[in-house]
Structures are given as C-alpha cells and as structure tokens.
C-alpha cells in the first residue's frame, strides 16, 4: 500500500512540475576569423574552449544571450573588440564557474571590452591584465557580479575607465593603479551598489594614482554590516582616494571609519582617504537592488510554493487514495463477509446432516450390539456343552492311558527278560572271542619280532658296505689329487734364470734346472 501511494504522488508531480524541453547548446570556442555576432536565437552558449578575438576583430553579444564556460579556464582572449550590450532587464549571463572571465594578454591600445548588462554568476576572477601588456579600454556598467571570488587588477588604463550602475555580492573588489599626466585617465568608481563585505578584504583599493590622479568613488552604496570598504595599498607613497558623497546607509561616522583603512588606521598608509559628505538617501543613478538576488529569492519562493502545491497535490492523492482504498477495503470487507456466512451456513447444514447420519449410526450400532450380545449368550451356551463334551473326552482318554500304560508295562518286562539272557549270551560270546585275539596277538608279536631282528641284521650290514664305500672313493680321490698336483722348479741358463710349473716339470733346451 505504502508503494502504491509513493507512486501515485510521483507521478503527479511529475504532470504537474515536469521542465519544458531544453534548446540545444550552440558551441563556440577557439581563435575568430571574422566578426561574429551571439543572439538569442542560438542562445545558450557553450564554450569548447577559449574564444579569441584578434586585432581587428570583433564580437558584439546580444541582450539575453547566455554564455557557458563548461569547464574552459578562461571564457575570453581580447585583442580586438569585445561588446557585450544587455542591459539590467535583458541581460547577458555568463555562467559555468570560469577561472578568468577576460584574459587581456598583450591587448593593444585601441582594443575595447565593453561590459554592459552583464550578469556574472560564479567563478574565480573577472578580470586580468596579464602583467604590462594589456591596454584595452574598458567600459563596466550596468551589470551584477555574484559569487566571484579575485580582485580585479586595473593596470594603468590607456583611456577614461569608468565602473557605474553595477551590483557586487560576495565578490572580489577593485585593486586600481593608473598615471594621470602620462596617460590623461582618470577612474571613476560611480552608483555602485556593493553587499555584504568583499571575499578580499575590500571592495576598492588604489595602490597608485600617480602625478595628482585621484581614485573617485562617489554615489555607491555600501550595504549590510561592517567590514573594509575602500582602502590604500599599504606601504605605497602615491595612493590618493576621494571617496566623498556615497551612501552609508544609517551608519554613526565611527562606523564608516571602521569601513576605511588609510592613515588613520597604520602607518603603513600614506594618505587620508576623504569620506565626506556622506549621503543621507542612496543615489537614484545606482540600481535599488539586486536582481539576482531578486531571482534567487522569486525562485526560492517558486520553489517554495511549487513544493507546497506538489505537498498538497500529493496530499490530496494520498487522501483520494486512501478514500479509495477504504472503499475498496469495506467492499472486500462485506463480499468476505457474505461470502464467509454462507460458508457458515453451509457448515451449518452440513454438521446438521452429520449429526443425523451419526444418531442414524448410532442406532444401527445399538441394534448391531443386541444382535451380537445374542449370538454371544448362544456361543457361551455352545462352549459350555463343548466343555461337557471335552470332560467326558478327557475322562475316556484317562482310563485309555491307564489300560495302555498296563500294557506298556508288561510289554517292558518281557523285553527286559529277553535282553537280560541275550546279554548273557554277549557276555560269554565276548570272553570267548577276547581269549581268541590274544592268542592271535601273542603268535603275530612273535612273528613281528622275527622280522624286526632280520631288519636290523640287514640294515647293520648295509652301513657297513656303505661305510667301506665312502672309504674307498675317499682314498681315490686323494689319491687322484696327489697325481695332478703341480711343481715349479728353477732354470739356469747363464745369468738368466726362469721357473718352470706344471705336475712334472721339465727345462727347457739349453736350461739346467738350479740345484
């Protein structure tokens, strides 16, 4: 049951929640050849790796555009002209967490970026001047910067740098470094609204305005508690800010002193930076507040309220459901419960029917017992006449025993008389045939005696041929042996000398044998 309606809530909120389908990305990436234009129409974006824009090149985005990074360190390489032109009602978003939104590397003077209603929604740094060679002029405004966390390093701008009308939230500040009388800029930091402290420790910094440029920072707004909101680059002689005439919202001069890092604060500060005139009511230039923040929280609501109404659309299912089921539940509950009182009633009428074939039974068995009583009174009748009769067999059978055991008797007695003179008989026929056997035996044992001394006599002369055989062979042999045995005798012959073996040894010619 608890599947079912898990079930049955899923796939309502899937009919009532599902996304509308997604357009397919358009890709872009890698160096242009000519003049490309990003619309709407072929929005979103999706980076297969850094787009650069050349010299001469440019690359105007249209209102409403969206750029994804997906996963490419760095969007955008401008040595041309890179045009962004939303606005904060039709913006340009360029999403995806990027490490470097724009790469200036060796921008030459007369590049531009142009930064207007643009939307930034995560990522690592805005912007980067890549040591001394980048040059492009920079126009920033209109835009919201969210969730980005590295300072934006502005190197010496070639023309008039002017940030206005942007939004900041939990992202890194302005680090600024510019040369009036050589380059004849100034920068301007102008109705920006900034919330909540930076993630670098300021929202504006100067670490150079050399040859009497000051940093001018007026008509922002500095929103939600105390923290560092313009400073001085510590330990830099020519650092000068007027920071006059921005709203601090209902902060005690003591507390905008707390959101300033200058000479006042360390000596590793130079100057003063000029907080006065503070604004009693924001600046109607700068934008009320953030849209995206604005969207985050209607989309928060959005979900809020979708979860709720999924919640009550799952809720109202489980209910319908459950009514359901208990509907179903008493339906099966009656249709069983019919359903097992006519199986009652049929076990009913069939114990009914049982008991009345059990008395039937019984009754049958009652008669069957008077019945069998009967026959067995009529057989104890029958073995008690049988016991008469076998009395009166067993009586009959006595006196016929006594008669044939008379008879036995004297029968026994003739046959003991009989066997008493055959045995005598025996007797004497036995001692008769004894005194004949050992006659037998008497002459037969000197027979054998007879013939055993012949044996021996025999035997005593056979060992005494035999005897006088062996000796005979024994001297023959010896006497064989003695005829073959061999001599060695020694031969002369001057100096020479040799011996000679055999039974009769002999020298050889011209030898004498050795005396």
């Known amino acids: 049951m608890y599947r079912r309606i898990l079930l049955s809530i899923a796939i309502i909120t899937s009919l009532l929640f599902s996304p509308a389908p997604a357009k397919a990305d358009t890709t872009i990436g890698g160096l242009i050849k000519t003049d490309l234009t990003l619309t709407k129409e072929r929005s979103p974006y999706l980076l297969a790796s850094t787009l650069q824009i050349p010299t001469g090149r440019t690359v105007t985005v249209d209102p409403g555009v969206e750029i994804r990074s997906n996963g490419v360190s760095i969007m955008f390489w401008n040595q041309g002209n890179l045009l962004f032109n939303g606005t904060r009602l039709n913006p340009i978003r360029l999403t995806g967490h990027p490490g470097l939104f724009f790469s200036g590397k060796n921008s030459p003077f007369g590049s531009n970026l142009k930064i207007s209603g643009v939307f930034f929604e995560g990522g690592d740094t805005l912007l980067s001047h890549e040591g001394y060679g980048g040059y492009q002029s920079i126009v920033f405004e209109d835009s919201e910067v969210i969730d ?107 507390e905008i002193g707390d959101m300033v890092l200058d000479s006042n604060d360390s000596l590793e500060y130079q100057n003063i930076i000029d907080v ?45 459901l459950k009514a359901r089921q208990e509907a179903d539940a008493k339906i099966a509950a009656d249709k069983a419960a019919a359903e097992l009182k006519a199986k009652q009633d049929a076990e009913s009428k069939a114990a009914a029917d049982l008991k009345a074939k059990q008395e039937a039974e019984a009754k049958a068995a009652a008669e069957l017992k008077a019945k069998q009583d009967a026959e067995s009174k009529a057989a104890a009748d029958l073995k008690a006449k049988q016991e008469a009769e076998a009395k009166a067999a067993a009586d009959l059978k006595a006196k016929q025993d006594a008669d044939a055991k008379a008879a036995a008797d004297k ?81 002369i012959k001057g100096k020479i000398t040799k011996k000679v073996t055999t039974v009769k040894p002999v020298c050889p010619v011209g030898y004498k044998k050795k005396v």
């Not at 670490?207 to 940093?215: I, Q, R, V």
């Not at 928060?300 to 979708?306: H, M, T």
């Not at 109404?309 to 319908?320: F, G, I, Q, T, Y």
């Open 148 to 254: 980005v966390l590295g300072y934006v390093d502005v190197w010496y701008p070639p023309n008039k740098l002017v940030i206005q009308r942007n939004v900041f939230i939990n992202s890194g500040g302005f680090s600024v470094g510019f040369r009036y009388s050589v380059d004849q800029t100034s920068v301007s930091i102008l109705d920006n609204l900034f919330i909540g402290p930076s993630t670098t420790n300021f929202w504006i910094q100067v670490w150079a305005s050399y040859d009497g440029g000051k940093l001018e920072v007026h008509g922002n707004e500095f929103r939600g508690g105390i923290y560092t909101a313009v400073r001085l680059a510590p330990n830099s002689g020519d650092t000068n800010m007027n920071a006059s005439g921005n709203y601090w919202g209902n902060r005690s001069i003591q």
């Open 276 to 320: 006065s005139s503070p604004l009693s009511t924001a600046s109607k230039l700068m934008p009320k507040d953030s849209i995206l923040l604005s969207e985050a929280k209607l989309a928060a609501e959005l979900k809020a309220k979708q979860e709720a109404e999924s919640k009550a659309a799952a809720d109202k299912a489980v209910a319908d």
């Open 411 to 491: 029968a026994a007695a003739d046959l003991k008389a009989k066997q008493d003179a055959d045995a005598k008989a025996a007797a004497e026929l036995k001692a008769k045939q004894e005194a004949d056997a050992k006659a037998a035996a008497d002459k037969a044992a000197a027979d054998a005696k007879i013939a055993a001394d012949k044996v021996l006599a025999d035997a005593k002369a056979a060992a005494e041929l035999k005897a006088k055989q062996e000796a005979d062979a024994k001297a023959a042999a010896a006497a064989k042996a003695a005829a073959l045995k061999k001599t060695t005798i020694t031969c």
